[in-house]
T-cell receptor, first 112, second 112 residues
Framework: SQTIHQWPATLVQPVGSPLSLECTVEGTSNPNLYWYRQAAGRGLQLLFYSVGIGQISSEVPQNLSASRPQDRQFILSSKKLLLSDSGFYLC???????????FGPGTRLTVL | GESVGLHLPTLSVQEGDNSIINCAYSNSASDYFIWYKQESGKGPQFIIDIRSNMDKRQGQRVTVLLNKTVKHLSLQIAATQPGDSAVYFCAEDGGSNYKLTFGKGTLLTVNP
């Protein structure tokens, strides 16, 4: 069966520090991968998605970037965090041209 | 732009009652719809989906109804239990093969 992992689960970082969040998927090949951000009490905002290794589509221009160095690995990064980067970051996967997406447990990021 | 929205941001029901959560969508190109359940501090969990060639689909204690004429989607939960307390999101594909657009969410509270 397929599983999706995210780490760390929680993170507290100072303004201006770098960020690296990692997501990995097991049990499937060539998944579509997604990064979402969720502000407190709000909906999900799609940040990036990838349909293959090295391919990244950016949905919202901002302080973040994404990379996909391996088939089942998706990384969200920032060189300098802003206070507004605080939120709940969710990774998700889907397969092929289906839109049924499965979510990871999320990372709670607090920027102070 | 086109969007997915919810009629009610909060819903409070008694244990054992049936719950109905509503969602309006405006993108006529949407072909696929999903309902997700998100418990506090966790990632969204897939509940049930429906394609535009159907108007009803049933799962275990849940039913999704799709009215394409008025672009309305609803989730019905039978015999609501305390464990059903969560935020429920509808999502549509907007005609995309890869992306979902999420609504703002409805907080369901089940009173014992």
């Amino acid at each position: 069966s397929q599983t999706i992992h995210q780490w760390p689960a929680t993170l507290v970082q100072p303004v201006g520090s770098p960020l690296s969040l990692e997501c990995t998927v097991e049990g499937t090949s060539n998944p579509n991968l997604y990064w979402y951000r969720q502000a407190a009490g709000r909906g999900l905002q799609l940040l990036f998605y990838s349909v293959g290794i090295g391919q990244i589509s950016s949905e919202v221009p901002q302080n973040l970037s994404a990379s996909r160095p391996q088939d089942r690995q998706f990384i969200l990064s920032s060189k300098k965090l802003l206070l507004s980067d605080s939120g709940f970051y969710l990774c998700a996967w889907s397969v092929g041209h289906t839109n049924e997406q499965f979510f990871g447990p999320g990372t709670r990021l607090t920027v102070l | 732009g086109e969007s997915v929205g919810l009629h009610l941001p909060t819903l409070s029901v008694q244990e054992g009652d049936n719950s109905i959560i509503n969602c309006a969508y405006s993108n006529s190109a949407s072909d696929y719809f999903i309902w997700y359940k998100q418990e506090s501090g966790k990632g969204p969990q897939f509940i049930i989906d429906i394609r535009s060639n159907m108007d009803k689909r049933q799962g275990q204690r849940v039913t999704v109804l799709l009215n394409k004429t008025v672009k309305h989607l609803s989730l019905q939960i039978a015999a609501t239990q305390p464990g059903d307390s969560a935020v429920y999101f509808c999502a549509e594909d907007g005609g995309s093969n890869y992306k979902l657009t999420f609504g703002k969410g409805t907080l369901l509270t089940v009173n014992p």
